[in-house]
Each structure stands twice: as structure tokens, then as C-alpha cells.
């Protein structure tokens, strides 16, 4: 599906059991990082301006941070020979190898400093488990072991969650579709969002798989005012 095919929801009146998940918004996937996604420094101020407008209706801001310790799995370094983007497929890591990206600890990991971090609740770091990837804010690639996040969103008592951040492909699509398995009724929104499209034709074919599993799409217009 591509961008000017989305419908997008109008008239949403944000309330106190909405809630806000800004995905990976960190150094290492933007631009200069180490596993850069295209213009993703540009989403930040609609984010901010979105957040804020959540913050001030006691709407929850939630940050997800990748964050790898630096024999993870997911890195080509880590596999004698292999290279980053080379095809790897295990149940737990995958299809690619990556880049050293979001070492704990490092410059990299960190959120930008343009993100305003003062609104968040909370943040959930994920990736930490050596041998599992976690592209979802909710659950690790192994589809069985949780962040924790479902748990505080419900005794949060939250109903409704809204996504954006990086990568539109791999980390904000895997969190939508799991956000939706846990119960949540989920909200995407794609320009708040960019993806990294590997391999190419990944970024349509998330929002297609979003919009099959009952996701809808907002942007920043879609708000009362
Ligand atoms: C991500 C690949 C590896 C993401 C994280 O944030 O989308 N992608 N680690
Ligand atoms: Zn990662």
C-alpha cells in the first residue's frame, strides 16, 4: 500500500486512556547513525507537537529504546564472515544481519536531544537479551518473552495506543501488530514514522499487513482540536 492510498481517521478526541508509543527515536537510526533511516531526524518536531497535545489531555507518552549489548546476536560482527544486511534467519533473529547499532551505553543508544523526553511516563528498553532480537515494543522475536509493556499499559488502564517512531518497517510495525494481539485497539501513524526498507518493498508491505489486521492510520490533522 503506498502513502496517498491511506485513510486517515478524523475527529479523535484524545482521552486519559490513550496512550502515546514513540518508537527507537534514537541516535543510531538516524541520519549519520549507525544504522541510519532516511530523513528519521525530521519526524521530531510532529512528535514533539503530537506528545505534548497527549500530555496535556493526560494522555500517556510511552518511549521505546533499542538497547543491545554489544555480543547481540542481531550484528554481522558477531558472525564470523557475515557482513551487515546479509540474510540471516533464525527464530529469534532476522532476515538480516545488522549493523553494531544502539550498544548500551553509547552515544548511539541515546534518544536525540530534539525529542522532548520531559513529557514521557515511561520507557521500555528492549534488545537486551543477547541471543533474541526485539523489533516489537511488547515482545522479543521469539514471539514469547515480554518487555513488559502490555503490563503497564494495562494497569495503566490504557485502551488505545498510537505509534510512531523508527522503523516504520521493522520496530513500529512489529509493535502495531502485537499491540493489536494483546487487545489494544491500535492507531498507526505513518507520517510521524520512517522505515528502512529492507528488503525493498517492506515499508507497503507493513501498511498493507497493518491495514489487514484492523489497524487504522492518523496523522497529525486527525485530532480535535
Ligand atoms: C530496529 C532493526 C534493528 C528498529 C531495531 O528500531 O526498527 N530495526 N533494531
Ligand atoms: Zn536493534
Redesign the pocket.
Known amino acids: 500500500m503506498e502513502f496517498k492510498e491511506i485513510k486517515f481517521e478524523t475527529d479523535i478526541g484524545i482521552i486519559s486512556t490513550d496512550a502515546l508509543l514513540v518508537v527507537d527515536m534514537q541516535y543510531d537510526f538516524m541520519p549519520g547513525g549507525a544504522l541510519p533511516v532516511e530523513a528519521g531526524d525530521e519526524i521530531i518536531k510532529g512528535i514533539n507537537e503530537v506528545a505534548q497535545a497527549f500530555f496535556n489531555k493526560k494522555a500517556k507518552i510511552i518511549l521505546t529504546q533499542?538497547w543491545?549489548p554489544k555480543n547481540h546476536l542481531?550484528f554481522a560482527s558477531n558472525h564470523p564472515g557475515k557482513n551487515p544486511g546479509d540474510k540471516y534467519q533464525t527464530e529469534a533473529i532476522g532476515p538480516v544481519l545488522?549493523p553494531d547499532?544502539?550498544v548500551q551505553g553509547t552515544h548511539g543508544a541515546n534518544f536525540h536531544e530534539d525529542l522532548n523526553l520531559d513529557v514521557a511516563h515511561a520507557i521500555i528498553r528492549k534488545?537486551y537479551n543477547p541471543n533474541i532480537?526485539s523489533y516489537s515494543g511488547f515482545l522479543e522475536n521469539d514471539k514469547k518473552s515480554e518487555t513488559g509493556l502490555a503490563g503497564l499499559l494495562k494497569s495503566l488502564r490504557i485502551k488505545r495506543i498510537f505509534i510512531c517512531g523508527l522503523a516504520l518497517d521493522y520496530c513500529c510495525y512489529f509493535s502495531a501488530i502485537d499491540g493489536k494481539s494483546f487487545g489494544f485497539n491500535v492507531i498507526f501513524m505513518p507520517n510521524l514514522s520512517k522505515g528502512i526498507d529492507i528488503p525493498s518493498g517492506n515499508i507497503s508491505i507493513s501498511l498493507e499487513a497493518m491495514k489487514k489486521q484492523g489497524i487504522k492510520f492518523a496523522n497529525n490533522n486527525s485530532f480535535k482540536s
Open positions: 533499542d543491545h542481531s545488522w547499532h544502539c534488545g532480537d
